[in-house]
């Protein structure tokens, strides 16, 4: 029985997938299918690819040249073979800490999507945390706004609401997060049960601030943090860091809050509210907004439907 599918896109970065893919086959959980699919990458990505699944039956490669923006339509196809009751997804460049699975088989038994906390590893080696909860029904609509989410490798579905989509992934509009936008597309589905760990179970690396870096810097970076990764001491101090983290960004968002609430614009704001004609149009203005965001989330060109069949 193969619990999880592991899907893992990949680009450019090459050897970083000696270290993504080790963190996947470190897991507790052995019953897993790992699929690479590969958008246009370079001649080393198959050799590294050839060398591991070699030594384990359960890595598999998808290969395609480069398709339209982040090669969304291959992760479709690739789940079209999907046996694992879940799926899980992990970045390239990024490693799961041992548990990853385990924890989202237990969040996914009582939901349909579920997403730990995100620990974003600065190129210092410092972290970055923040509070996000997409089980609630305010913070769907917070990402769309404002993009304040979590990372790719912290995310996880069951099979079962991936194959009941009108779509699944697909093409992206142009300006708009890729991850982002399928994760909007799960959770407006009418029943969807969302579940969130507020818990860290990956570290993320993110490229923007690696923006010059060869593939062979972010490959050794990933080297360091890995034998950390399998250390039960250091994910246990890791564990409370990211907790502190997390305290200190709530300390920070409600002093902004507190400063916000005394400006100027905002006690106009306040103000205007309490009139009931302006109040009125405020508020129909700003459920309009929300309405061409929601169906931008939800509806898409369909010329990219007919991108994503297999």
């Known amino acids: 029985m193969t619990r999880a599918t592991v899907l893992i896109p990949t680009f450019d970065h090459g050897p970083t997938l000696r270290h993504s893919i080790g963190s996947a086959q470190q897991q507790t959980v052995r019953e897993l299918e790992i699929f ?39 992760r479709h ?5 999907a046996c694992g009751e879940i799926v899980c997804y992990l970045a390239d460049d990024d490693l799961w800490l041992p548990d990853h699975v385990e924890r989202m088989l237990e969040a996914l038994a009582s939901a349909d999507f579920a997403h730990s906390s995100p620990a974003f590893i600065h190129t210092d080696g410092t972290l970055h945390s923040w509070p996000v909860d997409l089980s ?32 699944g992934w697909r093409t992206t509009p142009p300006d708009v997060p890729t991850d982002r936008f399928m994760w909007l597309q799960i959770l407006g589905q009418p029943g969807v049960r969302a579940a969130a ?11 923007v601030p690696r923006v010059g ?66 109040g009125k149009l405020l508020r129909w203005v700003a459920k309009a907004r929300d309405g061409r965001a929601a169906r931008a989330a939800a509806e898409h060109p369909r010329r990219a439907e007919t991108e994503s069949r297999p």
């Open 197 to 207: 760990l507020h818990q860290p179970t990956a570290l993320t690396f993110t490229s």
């Open 36 to 74: 690479v699919v590969g958008d246009g990458p370079p001649d080393v990505t198959r050799e590294i690819i050839a060398e591991l699944s070699a030594d384990d039956p359960r890595i598999r490669y998808f290969d395609h040249p480069k398709g339209p923006r982040h090669g969304e339509i291959y």
């Open 77 to 81: 196809r690739a789940l079209q073979e």
């Open 136 to 167: 609630r029904p305010e913070w769907p609509k917070r990402i769309m706004h404002a993009g304040t989410g979590t990372a790719l490798s912290t995310v996880a579905h069951t099979l079962d609401v991936y194959r009941r989509l009108p779509h």
């Open 213 to 278: 870096w060869s593939p062979e810097r972010r490959a050794a970076e990933l080297e360091e943090w890995a034998p950390r990764v399998r250390d039960p001491e250091w994910r246990a101090w890791f564990r409370r860091q990211v907790y502190t983290a997390l305290q200190e960004s709530s300390v920070r968002f409600f002093e902004e809050l507190w400063f916000l609430k005394r400006s100027p614009a905002m006690r106009l704001g306040s103000a205007l509210l309490r009139i009931p004609v302006a």
